[in-house]
């Protein structure tokens, strides 16, 4: 299984930033990250799924898909659905 948004840890922890720009590089990693694995998901589901063959392409993730993900993923034409 593949997860998709960002990540959150298990265990309560807690990020000290020096600077507003510390955070912004931190949170554009993030969602580097995130677009990364969600492009090899759309990849994926273009292998897949051809026009000739006519197949259907649905993302299920019981943690959660972010809003931007399910963007990214309906614009490709592939399901996506958070538990």
């Not at 931190?26 to 897949?48: G, H, M, P």
């Not at 959660?64 to 993923?73: E, F, T």
Request: aromatic content about 8%.
């Amino acid at each position: 299984m593949l997860p998709v948004g960002v990540r959150r840890s298990e265990a309560n922890s807690t990020f000290v930033y020096s600077s507003a720009e510390e955070r912004d590089r931190l949170v554009a990693a993030e969602r580097k990250f995130t677009d990364d694995k969600v492009r090899k998901i759309i990849d994926f589901k273009n292998f897949v799924c051809t026009p000739e063959n006519g197949r259907s392409f649905v993302v299920i993730n019981e943690k959660g898909i972010d809003p931007l993900s399910l963007d990214m993923l309906a614009k490709a034409s592939a399901g996506g659905v958070r538990g």
